[in-house]
Every structure is written in C-alpha cells, then in structure tokens.
C-alpha cells in the first residue's frame, strides 16, 4: 500500500512492483516461460553434444578398423599370405613382363615355360640358378692364402642356389633348404633319410614337404600361422619350418634362439663363438685348412636367411663368418671359382662380428641322424618347444 489508497504487487523472481494484478501475473509468466524455454535449450545442447560425440567414436572406430584390414592385408602380401599365387604364377608372370620389355623373345618364353612345367610336374629344381664347386675353390685359395687368415673351418661341398623369377622376394628360407640338402646328398650318414629325395626338390615340393610335416603332428602352432597350407602361395619361411623339415625326414637338428645382442654396438659374439665351436669340435688339428664334414648352417633373421659355409680365426683372433646368401646371382658366385683369385671376391661372402646387427638371429644345426622313436619324441616335443634360447 502506497499510503494514497493504490495497491502495489511486487515480482516474487525480480522484485519488480507492480500496480495491477494482472500485469504481475503476465509478468511471472514471462519469467515461467523463459526459464522453461532455457531448460530445455540447455537438455536440447546436451542431447546434440552426446550425438555428436557417439557419431565421433563410431567414425574413429570405423577407421582403426579400416586401418587394420590395411595393416593385416599389408602384413599377408608382405608374407605371401595374400592368395596371390605361388611360385608358378608369379614365374609366369615376370616372364611376361620381359616380353613386353623386349629382354625375352617370345620363343625363349614359351621354352623357359616348357622347361618350367617338366620340373614342376616331376618335382626337381631345374638347376638354372645353382653353382657348384665354391668350396673346393675356397679349399685350394686358402691353401695358398698368407695375409692375415689363421686358421679356416669349411663345410663340406655345398651348392649355391640363388632366387629366380619364379620366388624372387620371398624364395630365400627355400633356396637356403636347397643349399643345405645340397650338402647332405654328399655324405652317405644322410643316404638312409634321402633315399626319396635324391635330388633337389623345386619350391613347390618343398612347400609340400613341410605341409608333410605339418600333417605328421609337426609344429601345429606354426602350422597354423600358415593356415596349414603353403602351396601355392608366396609364404615366407623361417627356422621353425626348416627344422619340422628336417625333423620329418630323421635328420637331427637344433634350433639355437640368438634372441638378443651378446656385444656391444647391438652385435652377436656369442653367435660367431657358437659356430666356431660348430666348426672345430673334431677339427681341432693344427692345420691351417680345416675342410670338414660339417653340413653349413641356416641362419635366419628377420627377413632374410642365409647359409653359413664356414668361419675364418684372423691372426689377430677375430672371427669372421662365410655366408653364402640366396640373394647373390650365379654370375658373382662364379668369380670364386677362379683359383688364382686375389680373395676379393670373398667380399661376398666375408660377415664380421660387427656385420650382424639385427636384434635377433637363430639357427638350425644339423648334427647326425635320428631313430624313428627319436623323430616320434621330437615330433611330440615340437608341440610345445622348439628352440633353446642363447642367455
């Protein structure tokens, strides 16, 4: 009450005074309204941000899951896991490719084709990437070599098989295999174990060997890397598959996991140490050329294999490794056939300590013949273990 007789309302939300009654309750519905309508601008921004963000979260994981399918296709094509066909095709495929370059004429095409057919059907490599004789010609360098090599321990003959059009990229763990069998057709302890395999068999046969072993109950979780399957496929191979081959055929043999540097500088001393011992066990005699019985060595890392032949003890005591590498083409390794060579050519061969660098290496050493109650025990063993890891 103003004191002159007029009535005055005051706002309950603002204060504000009023002289009608009717005029206060447009005003409170005003405020009613206006609150309602921010409640609900508020509730409206809350619903739009938590669709947006399951919109975000359903795009990210659509894309992680894009990018795996891209990784794993990557890591399948990079395996030769990817069915884009095997050895055969791929032989086909590059040779094709020199026709269109004008490096092949069509009827060389059609022979190497031919040539292909025959010893894929029968089983046998066809020998156009092998060279013979290159430890007989280290024996006879060595012999007369008077700088700084101490003493020299070499596998016995050993072939060289480089890759060819056919597993160029992915061929090596077999074309090490070759080489190491290679080695055991000339030494009758292994006649018994090779009766059915007196000759080279091509990639394609050895990707069914191992299938073989993989179906005698040979390592089942490698097996299963591959799907149980290798024909016809580009699909690398490691020391696990070399050794189930091995074991499948009563060839005794060990893996030895190098699985961490043993030197400074990231380098493996334990490994050349191991290979010398390899080496010279019964070859301990004071000569200077030790040309033993020893089988050579496959040696596997990441992405590469190659075969160890022999192993060189400088005057100063360091060692140095002989690789033949599957990687090297048959016009290299036919300059260490020449006997009054200089030894620079043994730079393809020659590995120091400081060469081998990667973080991890294994092997696979053969060392005689197992019973068949051995292979059984082995095949059994492989189930759950295959390498012994180097501390």
């Not at 206006?34 to 947006?52: C, H, K, M, T, V």
């Not at 059907?121 to 090599?149: H, M, P, R, W």
């Not at 890397?225 to 070399?242: D, M, P, Q, V, Y």
């Given at each position: 009450?103003?004191?002159?007789?007029?009535?005055?309302?005051?706002?309950?939300?603002?204060?504000?005074?009023?002289?009608?009654?009717?005029?206060?309750?447009?005003?409170?519905?005003?405020?009613?309204?206006?609150?309602?309508?921010?409640?609900?601008?508020n509730i409206r921004d809350l619903e739009l941000a938590q669709r947006?963000?399951?919109?975000?979260?359903?795009?990210?994981?659509?894309?992680?899951?894009?990018?795996?399918?891209?990784?794993?296709?990557?890591?399948?094509?990079?395996?030769?896991?990817?069915?884009?066909?095997?050895?055969?095709?791929?032989?086909?495929?590059?040779?094709?490719?020199?026709?269109?370059?004008?490096?092949?004429?069509?009827?060389?095409?059609?022979?190497?084709?031919?040539?292909?057919?025959?010893?894929?059907?029968?089983?046998?490599?066809?020998?156009?990437?092998?060279?013979?004789?290159?430890?007989?010609?280290?024996?006879?360098?060595?012999?007369?070599?008077?700088?700084?090599?101490?003493?020299?321990?070499?596998?016995?003959?050993?072939?060289?098989?480089?890759?060819?059009?056919?597993?160029?990229?992915?061929?090596?763990?077999?074309?090490?295999?070759?080489?190491?069998?290679?080695?055991?057709?000339?030494?009758?302890?292994?006649?018994?174990?090779?009766?059915?395999?007196?000759?080279?068999?091509?990639?394609?046969?050895?990707?069914?060997?191992?299938?073989?072993?993989?179906?005698?109950?040979?390592?089942?979780?490698?097996?299963?890397?591959?799907?149980?399957?290798?024909?016809?496929?580009?699909?690398?191979?490691?020391?696990?598959?070399?050794?189930?081959?091995?074991?499948?055929?009563?060839?005794?043999?060990?893996?030895?996991?190098?699985?961490?540097?043993?030197?400074?500088?990231?380098?493996?001393?334990?490994?050349?140490?191991?290979?010398?011992?390899?080496?010279?066990?019964?070859?301990?005699?004071?000569?200077?050329?030790?040309?033993?019985?020893?089988?050579?060595?496959?040696?596997?890392?990441?992405?590469?294999?190659?075969?160890?032949?022999?192993?060189?003890?400088?005057?100063?005591?360091?060692?140095?490794?002989?690789?033949?590498?599957?990687?090297?083409?048959?016009?290299?390794?036919?300059?260490?056939?020449?006997?009054?060579?200089?030894?620079?050519?043994?730079?393809?061969?020659?590995?120091?300590?400081?060469?081998?660098?990667?973080?991890?290496?294994?092997?696979?050493?053969?060392?005689?013949?197992?019973?068949?109650?051995?292979?059984?025990?082995?095949?059994?063993?492989?189930?759950?273990?295959?390498?012994?890891?180097?501390?």
């Amino acid at each position: 009450d103003t004191g002159n007789g007029e009535q005055l309302y005051e706002c309950p939300m603002c204060s504000l005074t009023c002289t009608n009654i009717q005029i206060l309750e447009e005003h409170v519905d005003l405020h009613l309204e206006e609150q309602s309508f921010s409640e609900g601008g508020n509730i409206r921004d809350l619903e739009l941000a938590q669709r947006l963000q399951t919109e975000e979260d359903k795009w990210q994981r659509s894309e992680e899951e894009k990018r795996e399918r891209e990784e794993f296709k990557k890591l399948q094509r990079q395996y030769g896991l990817d069915n884009s066909g095997g050895y055969k095709q791929q032989f086909l495929k590059n040779m094709e490719r020199e026709v269109d370059r004008g490096r092949m004429q069509p009827f060389e095409y059609h022979k190497r084709k031919a040539d292909m057919m025959e010893c894929l059907a029968f089983g046998i490599d066809d020998g156009k990437t092998k060279t013979s004789g290159v430890i007989e010609a280290l024996c006879k360098y060595y012999q007369n070599e008077n700088k700084d090599v101490r003493h020299v321990w070499l596998s016995t003959g050993v072939d060289h098989f480089h890759s060819s059009l056919g597993d160029r990229g992915w061929g090596c763990g077999y074309r090490n295999f070759q080489m190491l069998l290679s080695s055991l057709l000339q030494n009758s302890l292994y006649n018994d174990c090779l009766k059915d395999t007196t000759l080279i068999p091509s990639i394609p046969k050895i990707q069914s060997m191992i299938e073989d072993a993989w179906r005698e109950g040979f390592d089942p979780h490698g097996a299963s890397h591959f799907n149980n399957r290798l024909h016809g496929s580009k699909a690398w191979i490691g020391a696990c598959e070399i050794y189930s081959l091995l074991t499948s055929l009563r060839i005794k043999c060990q893996i030895i996991d190098f699985h961490k540097p043993t030197g400074p500088m990231g380098t493996h001393p334990r490994l050349f140490e191991w290979v010398l011992r390899y080496y010279s066990t019964d070859n301990e005699g004071g000569a200077k050329v030790a040309c033993t019985s020893k089988p050579p060595i496959y040696l596997q890392h990441q992405g590469h294999s190659r075969t160890v032949v022999g192993i060189e003890e400088k005057k100063n005591k360091t060692l140095c490794l002989l690789l033949f590498d599957p990687g090297c083409p048959s016009q290299e390794m036919q300059k260490l056939l020449k006997q009054n060579s200089d030894g620079t050519s043994l730079k393809l061969l020659r590995k120091f300590v400081g060469s081998l660098k990667e973080k991890q290496y294994q092997i696979v050493a053969v060392d005689g013949v197992l019973s068949l109650e051995e292979k059984a025990a082995r095949c059994r063993a492989s189930q759950v273990l295959t390498s012994e890891k180097i501390p």
